[in-house]
Structures are given as structure tokens and as C-alpha cells.
């Protein structure tokens, strides 16, 4: 394990594997720190300086190939693609909405896994929502991605890859960890990928620029929290128990109860943000009973609410709130301490809602009767 002083913390980085790596496969660079890639020239006989070079085509510059680092020598060039590959892979697929919102499938691993990630421009904004596992064991009742199963986590070279790959990738103001998968539960590599992205010689970006979600994973949401000065966004949909449980298997293990406990011993007042995703389902979730519910919770908290539009996916025996529902619901919770917004629907027109166009490829030909919408997440950073 490597350690490394990143935004005033100390993380601990796990040794990086790739999902369903082959031992035979060429090792991916993109997803090693700048002590990693010195370890790797000085395997290989380089000099030291050679490391810091490589870092800076793959992060700074955004190279796909060795072939491209001119500054190194074309017998080092050649030594090192024996062994190693950059480790980008371009999207298989990309489906674009009307509202300029992008829903981009990438490859991950080498065992014909795709992962979805989503683009959303909006005006001189432009956030990307990428993903961190394949398949999730959240199982919660409202996700598609759930409902494909748990087939691996991402390593950070496939996190990476989906920011780095991007044709858009110059364009981003934000990236929300808000696709498929459940980031504390594949928290090493979630935390390599945002090390990189805010560390001085890789993308240099501010943690503000990064949001990363969960429902509550005891343990690991301390460590996150502990260790990242990313955004924290939490899988509210219910402040009931019993209700939540229902929706959120997850409730079991840590209920939103020690959810909340736990982020009133952390400082939300100043750069890192902290907010509660609550997807509204009509008669199910969005009384004055739970909006009581929420207030209680989350009093005195420094938080804000984003209300989520829900459109039907298949099999769910969920439905969306009516617009005056959700209104009356952000006006409570406003009024009563708790700064609560609607977000805008985005991409309604293709299956952009996490899991809906990666399960449409693997039911070949298949159709659905519904189709769900991407939120706007683009009010996430700051």
C-alpha cells in the first residue's frame, strides 16, 4: 500500500487490479500515483525522471498511448509497451437526447462488461455521472442497475477511463460518483480515482468539483468521509425505517438513523457540501408525514435536499409524484429549515437512468414499455 498527502488528508491507496484482469494482459498505466509509475521505470531500468514524465502524458496531457510521449526515448517507448498499456478504451456505444444530455456505454475489464456514463451539458456547466461497479448488490426496488446483479467492481483505471476517454472530457466542470454502483462498497478504488483527480500532478482538480454519493455503508462511509474532502450525497427516498428498508435493503445494515448520526460529527458548513437525494414516488413517499419526517431528521443539519422526478422502469411497481406534489413538498421542507430544490429531468428521450441502456444491451432486441429520465446532477458542485 502507498501513502500520499492529498487536500490536507492521508489516504491510503490499495494496490491497483483491474477488473477480470488476465495475468497475460499488458498492465494498465492511467490509475497509478506518481510513486507507482517511478516504481514501474525503475523496474524497467529507467531513470526516476522517466515517471514523472509518464504522469504527465497520462494525466495532464490525456495520451491513449505510449507512442505518444515523445519525450521519452523510442527504446524506453518500446520497453515499456511490452509490458504496459496506457489503459484508455474509447465508449462501444453513445446515445444522445434532444437536450444534449449523452449516455456513453464504456468497456470495463477484459470480460465483455460495460458500464454506463452520462454527460450533461447546461450551459457554461457541464457535469459527467460515472460509474464504479458493475452491477450493484444495493438491489434497491426503484434501480435498474440493481436488477442486473453484482459482477464486479471498477478499478480506478476503469473509473478513470470513463473521465479520460470522454469526448467531452476537456468541456467538465463536475463529476458525480451517481451512476452504477455503489461507491463505498468499492471504496478503494473510488478513492485512488478521486486521489488522482485532485492530486497536483494528475487532473488538479478542486475536491469542490467532485460529488460522491451513497446509502449509508457502515465503516466505509467513516473512512470516506475521513479520508476525502470530496462532496457527500445520500440516498435519502425515505426518512421512515420501515419504509426505507422496504425501498433500500440496504436500511438494514445502517439505517439513515446512524447515517445522519454520523455526519453530525463532520463540518458541512464550509467547502464540502453535504446533501440527501430523495426520489419522489407518488402516495408512497411524498406526504406531509414524511416531510415532518425529514425535518426531525435532519435538523440542524448543513444539508440541502434534491428532489428527484421518478419515471416508471420496468417491472417496479413504483410511479412518479405529480409536479404540485413535489412542489408542496420543497416549499415544507424549505420553509422549515431544510434548503430543499427540484431538480430538472434530463434525457428523457433515451435510456439514460442508471442501468436502463446497459440492460437493454444485454436483452438482445428487447423493448420496454417505459423509459426513464436522467436527473440534472449538475447542482451537485460548486
Same mark, same amino acid.
Not at 476537456?170 to 468499492?186: C, K
Not at 425529514?294 to 413504483?318: K, M, T
Given at each position: 500500500?502507498i ?5 490536507e488528508?492521508?489516504v491510503?491507496?490499495q494496490?491497483?487490479f483491474?477488473l477480470f484482469?488476465d495475468?497475460?494482459e499488458?498492465?494498465?498505466?492511467l490509475?497509478?500515483t506518481a510513486?507507482e509509475?517511478? =516504481?514501474v521505470v525503475?523496474s524497467?531500468?529507467?531513470p526516476a525522471f522517466?515517471?514523472?514524465q509518464i504522469a504527465g502524458w497520462?494525466y +495532464?496531457? &490525456?495520451?491513449a498511448?505510449i507512442?505518444e510521449? %515523445? ?12 509490458r504496459? %498499456?496506457? &489503459?484508455?478504451r474509447d465508449?462501444?456505444?453513445v446515445? %444522445?437526447?434532444?437536450?444534449g444530455t449523452?449516455k ?5 475489464g477484459?470480460?465483455n462488461?460495460?458500464v454506463?456514463?452520462v454527460?450533461i ?5 457541464a %457535469?459527467?455521472c460515472?460509474?464504479c461497479q458493475? &452491477?450493484c /448488490?444495493?438491489?434497491?426496488l426503484?434501480?435498474?442497475?440493481? /436488477?442486473q446483479g453484482?459482477e464486479?467492481h471498477l ?8 473521465i479520460?476517454?470522454l ?5 467538465l466542470?463536475n463529476?458525480? #460518483?451517481?451512476? !452504477?454502483g455503489e ?5 478503494d478504488?473510488?478513492?485512488r480515482?478521486t ?9 488538479a482538480? *478542486?475536491?469542490k468539483?467532485?460529488t460522491?454519493?451513497s446509502?449509508?455503508v /457502515?465503516n466505509?462511509?467513516k473512512? #470516506?468521509?475521513?479520508?476525502s ?18 425501498l433500500m435493503?440496504?436500511e438494514?445494515?445502517?439505517s439513515i =438513523?446512524? @447515517?445522519v448520526?454520523l455526519l453530525? !460529527? ?9 446533501? #440527501?437525494?430523495y426520489? @419522489?414516488f407518488g &402516495? ?6 414524511h416531510a415532518?419526517?425529514i425535518v426531525?431528521l435532519?435538523a440542524?443539519l +448543513?444539508?440541502?435536499?434534491n428532489?428527484?422526478r421518478?419515471?416508471q422502469i420496468?417491472?417496479v411497481?413504483l410511479?412518479?409524484a405529480?409536479d404540485r406534489?413535489?412542489e408542496?413538498l420543497?416549499d415544507y ?5 431544510? #434548503?430543499?430544490t427540484?431538480r430538472a429531468?434530463?434525457?428523457q428521450d433515451?435510456y439514460a437512468a442508471?442501468?436502463l441502456?446497459?440492460t ?8 420496454y ?8 446532477? *449538475?447542482d451537485?458542485?460548486?
Amino acid at each position: 500500500m502507498i501513502n500520499c498527502k492529498l487536500q490536507e488528508k492521508s489516504v491510503t491507496l490499495q494496490p491497483i487490479f483491474p477488473l477480470f484482469m488476465d495475468s497475460k494482459e499488458k498492465l494498465p498505466l492511467l490509475g497509478l500515483t506518481a510513486d507507482e509509475l517511478k =516504481e514501474v521505470v525503475g523496474s524497467l531500468g529507467m531513470p526516476a525522471f522517466t515517471g514523472k514524465q509518464i504522469a504527465g502524458w497520462i494525466y +495532464e496531457k &490525456g495520451v491513449a498511448s505510449i507512442d505518444e510521449m %515523445t519525450n521519452i526515448s523510442k527504446k524506453n517507448r518500446e520497453l515499456l509497451a511490452e509490458r504496459y %498499456t496506457v &489503459g484508455r478504451r474509447d465508449a462501444i456505444m453513445v446515445q %444522445t437526447s434532444v437536450d444534449g444530455t449523452r449516455k456513453y456505454l464504456f468497456p470495463a475489464g477484459t470480460a465483455n462488461a460495460t458500464v454506463e456514463t452520462v454527460f450533461i451539458p447546461d450551459g457554461d456547466r457541464a %457535469t459527467l455521472c460515472v460509474s464504479c461497479q458493475v &452491477g450493484c /448488490k444495493m438491489n434497491c426496488l426503484f434501480c435498474q442497475t440493481g /436488477k442486473q446483479g453484482f459482477e464486479g467492481h471498477l478499478s480506478a483505471t476503469d473509473i478513470l477511463n470513463q473521465i479520460y476517454s470522454l469526448p467531452e472530457r476537456d468541456l467538465l466542470t463536475n463529476i458525480v #460518483f451517481m451512476g !452504477q454502483g455503489e461507491p463505498m462498497d468499492n471504496l478503494d478504488n473510488v478513492l485512488r480515482a478521486t486521489s488522482l483527480l485532485t492530486a497536483d500532478y494528475g487532473w488538479a482538480w *478542486s475536491p469542490k468539483r467532485i460529488t460522491v454519493s451513497s446509502v449509508g455503508v /457502515k465503516n466505509k462511509l467513516k473512512r #470516506f468521509l475521513d479520508e476525502s474532502q470530496c462532496h457527500v450525497a445520500i440516498s435519502l427516498h425515505s426518512p421512515i425505517h420501515e419504509q426505507r428498508m422496504e425501498l433500500m435493503p440496504a436500511e438494514k445494515a445502517m439505517s439513515i =438513523e446512524d @447515517v445522519v448520526a454520523l455526519l453530525r !460529527q463532520y463540518d458541512f458548513s464550509h467547502q464540502r457540501r453535504l446533501s #440527501f437525494e430523495y426520489i @419522489v414516488f407518488g &402516495g408512497v413517499n411524498d406526504t406531509l408525514d414524511h416531510a415532518k419526517a425529514i425535518v426531525r431528521l435532519l435538523a440542524g443539519l +448543513e444539508c440541502r435536499i434534491n428532489l428527484i422526478r421518478f419515471h416508471q422502469i420496468p417491472d417496479v411497481p413504483l410511479h412518479g409524484a405529480e409536479d404540485r406534489k413535489m412542489e408542496q413538498l420543497r416549499d415544507y421542507l424549505t420553509a422549515h429549515g431544510v #434548503f430543499t430544490t427540484i431538480r430538472a429531468s434530463r434525457g428523457q428521450d433515451i435510456y439514460a437512468a442508471c442501468g436502463l441502456l446497459n440492460t437493454k444491451r444485454k436483452q438482445d432486441n428487447s423493448e420496454y414499455s417505459a423509459h426513464s429520465d436522467y436527473s440534472d446532477y *449538475s447542482d451537485h458542485s460548486e
